[in-house]
C-alpha cells in the first residue's frame, strides 16, 4: 500500500485547509484509512479514520466539530477538511491505512506526511 499525502501548507489562524491522501497498490474499496499528526516534541496524535466501503467516519475528541474526514472511491483518495484552525493544529499531519476493517487508531501503513502551519 502507497500512500501520498498533499495539501499542506501555512494558514492564518480561523482559516482552513483540506488534506489529500492518495491510495495506491491495494484494493481501495474495502480499506480502513486515517488521519493523524504530529507536532514537534509531542506523540503522534490520532484525529480521524474512515472505512472505505462503508464511508462511515470516526473522531478524536479534540478535533470533532472541526475536522472532517471523507473519501472519493473514484479516485482512491481520502480526505481531512479543517476548519477553524488554531496555531496549535501545526504539525506533520499522517494518511494511514489498514487493509481490513477498522480496528480504532490501529494502521499498519503509513505517509511520508504534509506539513501544517498555522500562524
Known amino acids: 500500500v502507497q500512500l501520498v499525502e498533499s495539501g499542506g501548507g501555512s494558514v492564518q489562524a480561523g482559516g482552513f485547509l483540506r488534506l489529500s491522501c492518495a491510495v495506491s497498490g491495494y484494493t481501495y474499496s474495502g480499506i480502513c484509512m486515517g488521519w493523524f499528526r504530529q507536532a514537534p516534541g509531542k506523540e503522534r496524535e490520532a484525529l480521524a479514520g474512515?472505512?472505505?466501503?462503508?464511508?462511515?467516519?470516526y473522531y478524536a475528541d479534540s478535533v470533532r466539530g472541526r475536522f472532517t474526514i471523507s473519501r472519493d472511491n473514484a479516485k482512491n483518495t481520502i480526505y481531512l477538511q479543517m476548519n477553524n484552525l488554531e496555531p496549535e493544529d501545526t504539525a506533520m499531519y499522517y494518511c494511514?491505512?489498514?487493509?481490513?476493517?477498522?480496528?480504532?487508531?490501529?494502521?499498519?501503513?503509513w505517509g511520508q506526511g504534509t506539513q501544517v502551519t498555522v500562524s
Open positions: 474512515i472505512f472505505t466501503g462503508t464511508g462511515a467516519p
Open positions: 494511514a491505512a489498514r487493509t481490513a476493517y477498522c480496528d480504532g487508531w490501529r494502521f499498519s501503513y
